[in-house]
């Protein structure tokens, strides 16, 4: 494990540490141990004390094995008796470290044995900061040290409720910013985290810590009572904050979206309200989860309790609508909680009087246009618009809400066109169904919410590619056909990937009849992968995968004789193939055991072919004599073999050259060349001279 941090940084952290003048020695020295301990347990070993359990270097062993899913090796002692085999134990996690790539300083082996608190916890913070803090910071680019980055990691978390951490000590010493970094994470778990006391710290503390570690697996390293203290360690703040980066919450989790709730109508809004007419009202908590929704009605300073009435006796599990009766005229505020949780807007002031601009307020009258009503056209990622037109509707002003297919809001802009008039454009990130909801004083309009479906609006199935079983090779620039002819209108687009993961350059053209080709130049031996998307879709089979092979293959050139019998005086007729092997030239030559050069007449035969007539030469009677053989079926009396090399093959693929020959005629060319001591000649390219000669 090699992980780049600020050096400088981690240094000051370790001073602190071996620093004369720190107060928080204890509480480091108990969430330090308690961190080890939640890693050996799976080793079933503990660390009692770290100042005398370390000291024959086992638990250390054991503990940067579990850390890095490594071995240390065998050369330590597994049940050291003397000083010398625990210093080895602990000098050889030393080494280990530096071979992860975790630098050590101030640190020595011998500090370890002899049990130096002070340093044997810069070296156990050394592990957590390497192993724990920077190992999930790694993919982290924005600026400043691990600190800053680990408090922006955090901050990030807590963007829902709005709260920030500027420190680790300081603010999380009342436990309501611990509260709210669990509820974050897991909406519900502690709903009422905006109204706990500050003043019961300890309390606030450990119940945020229970809830975190039993459902989502957070370990209590650290005593609430020590987060809770004004001397609160960041170290040790920091080392058990840092468990919340990648923590998941747990299946069965009692987990509430409040967030989610949704209170609409004129009971809520005041809109067209007159003393002693009902005042309506409906809350929408389908999306939040299990738990009771609770309305009251809190009358003008004087006035009589005001009584609600409602139910969930719908057609829509946890949609309660609902009434109250206001008598007088003056200011309401109507309270909608959720688990015990204010929903969004909440409470809501409510103006009524018996006259009044807001009173004239017509939802009916608004009226709204545009594809972002109705999904016609509209694909993922493009711009969804429609318009609001409310100058007739009353002085009031629309309000938006769009969800998403999972639940969740969209962005969306709003622009004023006029007056009286609103621009809204959104993009939807993804196919599905989206709710639109626009409310004009309060009150929804006739047709809303509206449902949007974003579908496709081509049948990617039908779109066909040709050209993916061609041989492709370096330096080729392959051309590959798409048809979307019956497949519909829309826009292909493609990525091409390299072998090694980088996005490749290509030539995407269409002659906008539906036939694209897509042109690429791979660099790079081995598969590539093009993935293609028409209209948003992606095209089925997809990715497809294209090998790109060497230039040029010379140990798939093939070469076969014609002739049964060789005969002195007689042509000899041999096939090369070189269909297969790549861009190059086929070079024949043939010396005889002077080292002259015979004559060869090739004739090229179709693409990568080539059939060569070798004139044979001539040998001495009495050598032939001597040493005349007969091999196979073939009657060998004296004749000179040519080699056949393929262009571009250096002198090391020079054997491969005998070897890609057919099993029978690699036999007997060795054979052949033993007995009659030839040379075989290897051409590096047919402008070079000879590189090499091997001899038989």
Known sequence: MTTQVNEDERQCYLDDVISENVGWIRIQEKTFKRWMNEHLKHRKLEVEDITEDLNDGLALINLLEVLSHKSIGRNYTKKPRINAQKMENIVATFNFMK????????????????????????????????????????????????KKKLLNKINQKLQPSGRKAKNFTGDWNDGTLLAC????????????????????????????????????????????????STSADDLSNMTYLSGFLDCKVKEGAPVVYPNRC??????VSGVGLLPGKPATFEIDASKCGAGD??????????????????????DTPGVYTGSYHPKDEGEYTVNVTFCGVDVPKAPFKVKIYNDGPRNKVDPKKVKVEGPGLTGDMILPDENAWFKINYLEAGPAEPKVEIVGPDSQ???????????????????????GMYNVAVNF????????????????????????VAGLAQIVRIGDSPVFNIDTTTAGEGKMEAQVVSPSGKLLDFVLDDDDAGHHTLKINPS????????????????????????????????????????????????????????????????????????????????QNGYGKVLA????????????????????????SGVMVSAVIYDYLDMNLATNVVMALDNSWMSFFGFLFQCLGLNLCILSRPMQETVGIIKY
Not at 112 to 134: C, P, R, S, V
Not at 418 to 425: A, M, R
Not at 441 to 453: D, I, T
Not at 613 to 624: F, Q
């Open 99 to 146: 071979g992860e790539g975790i630098k050590i300083v101030n640190i020595d082996s011998t500090d370890i044995m002899q049990g130096n608190m002070k340093l044997t916890l810069g070296l156990i913070w050394t592990l957590i900061f390497n192993y724990q803090i920077a190992a999930n910071l790694k993919d982290d680019n924005s600026g400043g040290g691990p």
């Open 262 to 267: 949704i209170a609409r109508g004129p009971g």
């Open 181 to 228: 970094l669990v509820n974050c994470i897991a909406p519900g778990l502690i709903p009422n985290y905006t109204i706990l006391n500050p003043d019961d710290k300890v309390e606030n503390v450990k119940m945020a810590m229970d809830l975190a570690e039993t459902w989502l697996g957070v370990p209590k390293l650290l005593a609430p009572e020590d987060m809770a």
């Open 293 to 314: 929704v609770v309305v009251t009605v809190d009358g003008p300073e004087g006035s009589d309790p005001v009584k609600v009435e409602y139910s969930a006796g719908g």
């Open 441 to 464: 004083g309060g009150m929804p309009l006739p047709n809303s919410p509206y449902k949007v479906k974003i579908s496709p609006k081509v049948d990617a199935s039908k779109v066909k």
């Open 524 to 603: 790079e031996m081995g598969t590539h992968t093009i993935s293609l998307v028409y209209g948003k879709v992606p095209v089925p089979h997809g990715p497809f995968s294209v090998k790109v092979r060497p230039e040029s293959e010379p140990d798939k050139v093939k070469v076969q004789i014609e002739n049964s019998v060789i005969r002195l005086g007689e042509p000899t007729k041999f096939k090369i193939d070189s269909t297969e092997a790549g861009n190059g030239d086929l070079v024949v030559r043939i010396l005889d055991s002077l080292g002259n050069e015979v004559e060869v007449d090739h004739d």
């Open 409 to 431: 809001p969209i962005a969306f802009n709003v622009e004023q066109d006029g007056k009286g008039e609103q621009y809204v454009s959104y993009k939807p990130p993804k196919f």
């Open 613 to 636: 007539i070798l004139i044979l030469g001539h040998l001495d009677e009495d050598w032939i004599y001597k040493n005349g053989f007969l091999y196979g079926f073939l009657s060998v």
